[in-house]
């Protein structure tokens, strides 16, 4: 995967590039938002990490910038401030998602990831995960031939885990896709609601399927060792 | 007697002890003098009459009147300046001290008693935030101190030995994400406390998110096997920030979850009452002692010091209840029987509702947000 960094403090863009490097993410590093509007423009990244506060053009200008010239390149917003109005602000103007500072390095790589695999993403009607299989039009989720009974709300977490398989789905991305917060109520619903998702989808089946990395967030995987 | 009428009555005084002596010396001069020239004998000179009374008015009389009138009005204003002096001798230590007023009862007092009165709810604040300081550093210094103590024993422990080499970290990084939350939930209350907290105002289904919260509370409950039970939910519509009700509402039903008891009960219910959405939710549970109750709101209390050791919590749920509940208009109360059940009752003014709400109430009634205080 090939990204742009657009950051003016040296130490912040050196933490980011070194976790991308650990996740195999290619990362070109700029320090001037003109010079990134015109890097954007000229080559093809599958995201850019941008901060709003550069010196020359601002991450917001940027962003406008390139929508306004008919490009899509997803971009993730970052921002000292992180309120709920600079967030909205930031995605009207044309970004796809939005972190404050200061933020984990995995979160920041989560996001980064589910924004790179926005574009190839057709939504399918029905998405399939070992033999979990699930029908997005209907809403029913079966394993092999058994049916799982699911909640509305549980249904939408497992459908949003789903469509991310193999990508780390964070505690703050699953609040805002799934139960469409945009900050942190400070409640381990997330985590309960996990649980219980457990309980139906993979407990009473040999493969599991629903995994946690610890400090980071969940991820969906078939895996080859039963628990 | 006040400024103005003191002032007045001296220029009053000033100007008929100046006719006075003017009538006075030109009596003297002009009738008094001549007489007694006539009766000595000495011949009429009338113009020397007149030089002479212009020479005493202008080199006697009109200094010394000017002159006592300026020192008459130095006196009356002389207490404003003493006020600025005191003044500038407030500092932070002395905030609660009261300056004196004097015995007029002027507009001098009047200003003097507006700075006492500044003065203290200055003082107020200040306490008031020299406290959540206090609590606030209390409260980080917990997991500070458990971090700490986990890093000694792994220093301590010889590599290669400890059955978990990584046990640690990862308990490290808990306690950092829970040192990040405590962190970011005061910033949220001091930012709401300067008022610079966004929210918006919006029609908002009350009883929809209230339905939400509910199932989301028996989730929350079911490992202890706690019952919840939505005894009422009567359709109402409310005008605020959405996400912050839902805030709200998890707020109290995580609590609702978090101090019962295993097999207990969590009772909601939504109902219109004198003109507001009033929402109760009631738990069985320890309960919250009286000496705390009054103080259970504010920031870092939690029950009974030594009760909730095991539970996990900062205390700052229901100060940010608080704070959403009062930027909504609302009342939020909490009452308690130890050992029994703790009940918190939210009310919520109701958004009236017009023909064409009641078709979409979520329907944004042009986005107006506004800065709300706690």
């Given at each position: 995967?090939?990204?742009?960094?657009?950051?003016?403090?040296?130490?912040?863009?050196?933490?980011?590039?070194?976790?991308?490097?650990?996740?195999?993410?290619?990362?070109?590093?700029?320090?001037?938002?003109?010079?990134?509007?015109?890097?954007?423009?000229?080559?093809?990244?599958?995201?850019?990490?941008?901060?709003?506060?550069?010196?020359?053009?601002?991450?917001?200008?940027?962003?406008?910038?390139?929508?306004?010239?008919?490009?899509?390149?997803?971009?993730?917003?970052?921002?000292?401030?992180?309120?709920?109005?600079?967030?909205?602000?930031?995605?009207?103007?044309?970004?796809?998602?939005?972190?404050?500072?200061?933020?984990?390095?995995?979160?920041?790589?989560?996001?980064?990831?589910?924004?790179?695999?926005?574009?190839?993403?057709?939504?399918?009607?029905?998405?399939?995960?070992?033999?979990?299989?699930?029908?997005?039009?209907?809403?029913?989720?079966?394993?092999?031939?058994?049916?799982?009974?699911?909640?509305?709300?549980?249904?939408?977490?497992?459908?949003?885990?789903?469509?991310?398989?193999?990508?780390?789905?964070?505690?703050?991305?699953?609040?805002?896709?799934?139960?469409?917060?945009?900050?942190?109520?400070?409640?381990?619903?997330?985590?309960?609601?996990?649980?219980?998702?457990?309980?139906?989808?993979?407990?009473?089946?040999?493969?599991?399927?629903?995994?946690?990395?610890?400090?980071?967030?969940?991820?969906?995987?078939?895996?080859?060792?039963?628990? | 007697?006040?400024?103005?009428?003191?002032?007045?009555?001296?220029?009053?005084?000033?100007?008929?002890?100046?006719?006075?002596?003017?009538?006075?010396?030109?009596?003297?001069?002009?009738?008094?003098?001549?007489?007694?020239?006539?009766?000595?004998?000495?011949?009429?000179?009338?113009?020397?009459?007149?030089?002479?009374?212009?020479?005493?008015?202008?080199?006697?009389?009109?200094?010394?009147?000017?002159?006592?009138?300026?020192?008459?009005?130095?006196?009356?204003?002389?207490?404003?300046?003493?006020?600025?002096?005191?003044?500038?001798?407030?500092?932070?230590?002395?905030?609660?001290?009261p300056l004196p007023r004097t015995a007029q009862t002027d507009e001098v007092d009047r200003l003097t008693d507006a700075f006492n009165g500044l003065t203290a709810r200055l003082d107020a604040s200040f306490q008031q935030i020299r406290e959540?300081?206090?609590?606030?550093?209390?409260?980080?210094?917990?997991?500070?101190?458990?971090?700490?103590?986990?890093?000694?024993?792994?220093?301590?422990?010889?590599?290669?030995?400890?059955?978990?080499?990584?046990?640690?970290?990862?308990?490290?990084?808990?306690?950092?994400?829970?040192?990040?939350?405590?962190?970011?939930?005061?910033?949220?209350?001091?930012?709401?406390?300067?008022?610079?907290?966004?929210?918006?105002?919006?029609?908002?289904?009350?009883?929809?998110?209230?339905?939400?919260?509910?199932?989301?509370?028996?989730?929350?409950?079911?490992?202890?096997?706690?019952?919840?039970?939505?005894?009422?939910?009567?359709?109402?519509?409310?005008?605020?920030?959405?996400?912050?009700?839902?805030?709200?509402?998890?707020?109290?039903?995580?609590?609702?979850?978090?101090?019962?008891?295993?097999?207990?009960?969590?009772?909601?219910?939504?109902?219109?009452?004198?003109?507001?959405?009033?929402?109760?939710?009631?738990?069985?549970?320890?309960?919250?002692?009286?000496?705390?109750?009054?103080?259970?709101?504010?920031?870092?209390?939690?029950?009974?010091?030594?009760?909730?050791?095991?539970?996990?919590?900062?205390?700052?749920?229901?100060?940010?209840c608080r704070w959403i509940v009062q930027a909504h208009g609302g009342t939020i109360r909490v009452t308690s029987e130890p050992g029994v059940s703790t009940t918190v009752t939210v009310r919520l003014p109701l958004a009236p509702v017009t023909?064409?709400?009641?078709?979409?109430?979520?329907?944004?009634?042009?986005?107006?947000?506004?800065?709300?205080?706690?």
């Open positions: 995967m090939h990204v742009l960094i657009v950051e003016d403090d040296a130490r912040t863009a050196g933490f980011i590039r070194q976790a991308f490097k650990e996740q195999h993410i290619d990362a070109d590093w700029l320090r001037d938002g003109d010079e990134a509007l015109a890097a954007v423009l000229a080559a093809s990244f599958e995201a850019v990490v941008l901060d709003i506060m550069l010196p020359g053009r601002d991450g917001l200008s940027v962003v406008r910038q390139l929508r306004a010239r008919g490009n899509h390149t997803p971009v993730l917003l970052l921002s000292a401030r992180g309120e709920v109005a600079e967030r909205v602000e930031g995605l009207e103007a044309g970004a796809d998602d939005y972190l404050g500072k200061p933020f984990a390095l995995a979160e920041l790589v989560a996001r980064v990831r589910a924004l790179g695999r926005r574009g190839g993403d057709l939504k399918q009607s029905v998405v399939r995960l070992a033999d979990l299989t699930l029908d997005t039009a209907a809403r029913t989720a079966r394993r092999g031939a058994h049916r799982i009974e699911l909640t509305c709300r549980e249904y939408r977490l497992l459908e949003y885990l789903m469509r991310a398989a193999g990508r780390v789905c964070t505690r703050m991305m699953i609040l805002e896709q799934v139960w469409d917060y945009q900050f942190d109520p400070g409640s381990n619903l997330v985590d309960v609601y996990v649980r219980k998702l457990r309980q139906k989808v993979d407990a009473p089946f040999a493969t599991k399927l629903l995994h946690s990395v610890r400090g980071e967030g969940y991820v969906m995987k078939a895996s080859e060792q039963p628990l | 007697m006040t400024l103005r009428r003191r002032l007045g009555l001296q220029y009053a005084v000033v100007v008929a002890v100046s006719l006075l002596l003017l009538a006075g010396l030109a009596h003297h001069e002009f009738i008094v003098e001549p007489r007694m020239r006539q009766r000595a004998g000495l011949a009429e000179s009338s113009g020397s009459h007149w030089r002479e009374y212009a020479e005493l008015v202008f080199h006697a009389l009109i200094p010394a009147v000017l002159g006592s009138g300026w020192w008459l009005m130095g006196r009356t204003v002389a207490p404003i300046t003493t006020l600025a002096r005191q003044f500038e001798g407030v500092h932070l230590g002395n905030l609660r001290t959540f300081l206090l609590q606030a550093s209390h409260e980080l210094k917990t997991p500070l101190t458990v971090m700490r103590a986990q890093l000694e024993t792994a220093l301590r422990d010889a590599p290669g030995t400890a059955t978990d080499p990584c046990g640690w970290m990862r308990g490290q990084l808990d306690e950092l994400e829970r040192l990040a939350r405590i962190v970011d939930t005061l910033t949220l209350l001091s930012k709401a406390d300067a008022g610079l907290v966004k929210l918006e105002q919006r029609l908002v289904p009350f009883d929809v998110l209230v339905r939400e919260s509910s199932e989301e509370a028996a989730l929350l409950a079911e490992p202890s096997g706690v019952q919840v039970d939505l005894a009422a939910c009567a359709r109402l519509t409310v005008r605020g920030d959405r996400d912050r009700l839902r805030q709200l509402l998890l707020n109290l039903v995580d609590n609702a979850a978090k101090y019962n008891l295993p097999g207990g009960h969590i009772t909601l219910a939504l109902r219109p009452v004198s003109g507001m959405a009033e929402l109760s939710i009631a738990n069985t549970g320890p309960g919250i002692s009286p000496e705390v109750l009054p103080r259970v709101m504010d920031r870092f209390v939690r029950g009974v010091d030594g009760q909730n050791r095991g539970i996990e919590g900062a205390g700052l749920g229901l100060a940010i023909q064409s709400d009641a078709g979409s109430p979520d329907e944004p009634n042009g986005v107006a947000s506004m800065y709300l205080t706690a």
